[in-house]
């Protein structure tokens, strides 16, 4: 049987009235004045302003004309409603969850999104900026919406589809970050339970080392899930960094206790921040994994080059070379099949994709001296001053 639309549209109706929040006309104009309203109405892009409610959930006050003929929606529908009732699914949860972390830290937040406009797919970046009162506590956000790809007429089922599953990665990422935190407390836990575990030969220490195996195994594939999403996802416009600093972050992240030693280029660099980041934390990650020439001296003697390098007007290029033992098999074998770090179910293969995905490409060779491996990658982007020579961190 199928279902009334009638009462189903009534009920949907129903359900948003309850979740309305109701202002004022005075507590409106303290939060926005109609002058700011006008304003912003005059913007020739999406802008919309949220307050929090007694509770301290943000809500939508307003939202500019050219935001609402975007939408397809009024004023008066929006008013008082969260974006999780506004926009059902995981969409409208990304989007509160955002509003939320600005609402909440007071600081600027930015994130992307896929909605369905007019039967168009549009992937919209938007800019949250928490303002305050003169009693220092936030008294609405400002956000404003801009696109970032070009939209593209699709069908209603297409354009349902597409937003979907740009919801279900945005929801693959919040998953992995939650489940990330409480899955490394087993893992200490389980470390605490095995120090100075009287062992009675009941099996129980075997037990707790399981539970320390499958955490560790399961913090690995959360990794592996949030590389995935993060080579599928990141793409930002160019800014100026440094390479020297880019290179101590991974460093903090990856070995904390400096165990190698690090030799390192300064320079620099106009690119995409992040993308370099992510591939830079995964070139060292695998290059600590193989760098020692002794297996059996785990975590001594370890030395990375890092070096920076000019590659034209459009590139610029950096290699990690470790002196371990090198590839046991050709680089060509990853160059052609993506087959490299096969122990890691996303690894370079990943971010091979990423980087070819920009325009840039990978390659992995042994050193000519027969002394550990270099991996060298070439992105888009370009070096500001002159790379400098190695230097120890």
Do not use: W
């Amino acid at each position: 049987m199928k279902p009334d639309p009638t009462f189903s549209a009534a009920s949907r109706l129903d359900a948003l009235e309850a979740e309305r929040d109701t202002l004022s006309a005075a507590q409106s104009e303290a939060i926005l004045p109609a002058s700011e309203r006008a304003l912003m109405d005059s913007f020739a892009h999406a802008a919309f302003v949220l307050y929090p409610d007694t509770n301290g959930t943000p809500r939508y006050i307003f939202a500019n004309r050219h935001a609402l003929d975007e939408l397809g929606m009024t004023l008066g529908f929006i008013s008082g409603l969260t974006a999780q009732t506004l926009y059902p699914g995981l969409s409208g949860r990304v989007a509160m969850e955002n509003h939320r972390r600005a609402l909440q830290s007071g600081t600027e937040t930015v994130y992307e999104l896929t909605l369905p406009l007019k039967g168009r797919a549009v992937r919209l970046r938007t800019t949250l900026v928490p303002q305050r009162g003169a009693d220092g506590t936030i008294r609405r956000v400002i956000g404003t919406s801009v696109k970032v790809t070009l939209d593209k007429p699709v069908s209603s089922d297409k354009t349902c589809t597409e937003t979907r599953v740009s919801a279900i990665q945005d929801f693959i990422t919040l998953a992995a970050h939650d489940l990330r935190a409480p899955m490394g407390q087993i893992q200490s836990l389980s470390d605490l339970l095995l120090e100075n575990f009287s062992d009675l030969g009941d099996g129980k220490r075997e037990l707790v080392k399981m539970i320390q195996s499958v955490a560790i195994q399961s913090q690995k594939l959360i990794t592996d899930v949030l590389s995935h999403a993060q080579a599928i996802e990141v793409s930002e416009e160019p800014t100026a960094f440094s390479f020297r600093h880019a290179v101590q972050d991974v460093m903090k992240m990856l070995d904390p206790a400096g165990r190698a030693e690090y030799h390192v280029s300064s320079g620099e660099v106009l690119a995409e921040a992040q993308a370099v980041q992510i591939v830079l934390r995964n070139l060292v990650d695998n290059a600590l994994k193989h760098a020692c020439a002794d297996p059996e001296q785990s975590g001594t003697g370890i030395r990375l080059d890092i070096s920076l390098h000019e590659h034209g007007s459009e590139l610029f290029g950096f290699s990690v070379r470790d002196y371990g033992r090198g590839f046991s098999t050709s680089a060509a074998m990853f160059l052609e099949s993506g087959r490299f770090k096969t122990e890691s179910g996303f690894g370079l293969l990943g971010i091979r994709r990423m980087v070819e995905s920009r325009g840039g490409s990978i390659s992995a060779t042994n050193s000519a001296d027969g002394a550990g491996a270099v991996v060298t990658v070439l992105m888009p982007g370009r070096l500001l001053c002159d790379p400098g020579a190695l230097v120890l961190l």
